[in-house]
């Protein structure tokens, strides 16, 4: 009897296990959807391990020299995000799944498209990858810079993570001050462009 229930048990272990993945374009919807709540840590939830790391490192690095002003910032971004993001629209095509790797191609439409005022439309293919049974965004590819508030609006064209992080690691705590003070700065001017009719 013993024998039978543990086979039993190892079979419900072995097909849970296997559950498949939410399909790629779903975890994008799940990703904008904490997008427009300007949740930046439940967008974490949606992309890899290793980006998730190297922002953490650098939000850890920052936060030693001004843990105010680290927060400052990213309480601002996250508002931010979410006014950027509250009329986006968006609809997936031509999801790709090839092993590991899956490619979703989403319409976004916006007033708010790359600070341009009036209705944009534009189209972005995302990269996603298969972690732990698990479809995740990399933000290290390029094509998923919609998510630049999350790397610190680094553009398409900008350096990625890992060689900021490096760089970051390097930087003395004076000029790391000094870059925290500017993007301060940064938020208070945008806000005060928004504030003028």
Request: aromatic share 6%; proline share 4%; hydrophobic share 40%.
């Amino acid at each position: 009897m013993n024998k039978i229930l543990a086979l039993i048990f190892a079979t419900f272990v072995l097909f849970a296990c296997k559950e498949p993945a939410t399909p790629p374009a779903a975890v994008l919807d799940e990703m904008f959807t904490a997008m427009q709540q300007g949740n930046i840590n439940g967008m974490k939830k949606f992309i890899t391990r290793s980006d998730v790391a190297m922002l953490e490192t650098a939000e850890k690095i920052m936060t030693g020299i001004d843990p105010e002003g680290i927060q400052k910032i990213k309480s601002r971004m996250e508002t931010e995000l979410k006014a950027r993001s509250k009329n986006l629209q968006y609809s997936f095509k031509n999801q790709t799944i090839d092993g590991d790797r899956a490619t979703v191609q989403a319409e976004i439409i916006s007033d708010d498209l790359m600070d341009q005022p009036g209705k944009k439309t534009m189209t972005q293919t995302f990269e996603l990858v298969k972690e732990d049974n698990a479809w995740k965004i990399a933000l290290t590819k390029p094509g998923n810079e919609l998510f630049n508030s999350m790397k610190g609006n680094m553009g398409a064209r900008k350096e990625d993570l890992k060689s900021g992080l490096e760089k970051l690691k390097q930087m003395d705590p004076d000029s790391l001050k000094m870059l925290i003070n500017k993007g301060l700065q940064a938020l208070d001017s945008l806000d005060s462009r928004k504030q003028q009719p």
